[in-house]
């Protein structure tokens, strides 16, 4: 066991802006995030991943979420949340329950594919190649309900990794990449903690702690890496955070005030960080 993995996850446009203020927070309070063996995202984390491993500056990605830049239509009806839960809540077996969400994702009737890759196109913006040092995209096989990886050698382009690992069930369309159909990497885990085994240090920064459905939460994926050996510290918001940040994951207003929680988050929990990260 040995390395550093830097786990972000999903969360939707305002987990996203939280994780951006906790990116930029910990990177002031002197935290060295590029230097992580391996950047491991999902969903938002996919995005913000991508462009950090690409050397977009943390205090850039936070100064978007604060100007408003950086928006997501997601609009989000009562019918596409009711479908989602009944379809990820059908079941306590969590297999069943995937295979569930899966079927509900390939039958929805959503808009095109191409708006999940042009949002995620806009949002990567010039970032465009797999970055040279170790990236890893999480997303889930929407026939088969595994979640897999992508990385620079799997093939594909990261603007269509990234396009997969987004592609919220029952919302938007899952996506043919590689000739297989995906959906969000977050819907087994929102996190994916697990593809950080083997790490000796592991940074995870997870906007929401755990996928609707029979799954184990991040902090229990937390929980297993350490017992297994790891040194891990877990970030999630805290009460200040949740409470700006509300209900709605998609609600557009609600970014800049998340961002700034997640940077005062941070900026509180930085020495706690250090100590596994840099100890």
């Known amino acids: 066991m040995s390395g550093s993995a830097l786990v972000l996850g999903g969360g939707g446009p305002v987990g996203g802006a939280w994780l951006s203020g906790v990116l930029a927070g910990l990177t002031e309070a002197g935290i060295d995030l590029g230097g992580a063996d391996v950047v491991i995202g999902t969903s938002a984390g996919a995005v913000f991943g991508s462009r950090l491993r690409s050397g977009v500056p943390a205090a850039e990605l936070y100064e978007r979420q604060l100007s408003g830049a950086d928006a997501v239509r997601l609009p989000v009806t009562a019918r596409q949340t009711a479908s989602f839960l009944w379809a990820a809540l059908g079941s306590r077996d969590p297999e069943r329950s995937i295979e569930r969400l899966a079927r509900a994702a390939l039958r929805a009737r959503t808009g095109p594919q191409s708006d999940v890759f042009d949002t995620v196109g806009a949002l990567l913006g010039d970032v465009r190649d797999w970055p040279e040092r170790d990236l890893r995209i999480a997303a889930v096989d929407a026939r088969s309900g595994q979640t897999e990886v992508f990385d620079a050698h ?108 997640g940077h005062a988050q941070a900026r509180a929990s930085a020495a706690s960080v250090a100590d596994v990260w840099q100890g």
């Open 154 to 261: 799997s093939g594909t382009t990261l603007l269509e990794a990234v396009a997969a690992s987004c592609a919220v069930p029952i919302v938007w369309p899952s996506v043919t990449v590689a000739g297989r159909r995906w959906m969000d990497g977050g819907s087994r885990s929102t996190a994916n903690l697990q593809l950080a085994r083997g790490y000796h240090r592991v940074l995870a920064i997870a906007p929401v702690s755990r996928a609707v459905g029979p799954h184990p939460s991040a902090p229990q994926q937390a929980a297993e890496l350490s017992e297994e050996g790891a040194r891990v510290v877990l970030l999630s918001p805290d009460r200040s955070a949740r409470r700006v940040m509300g209900r709605n994951m998609a609600d557009d207003t609600r970014r800049p005030a998340a961002a700034r929680a």
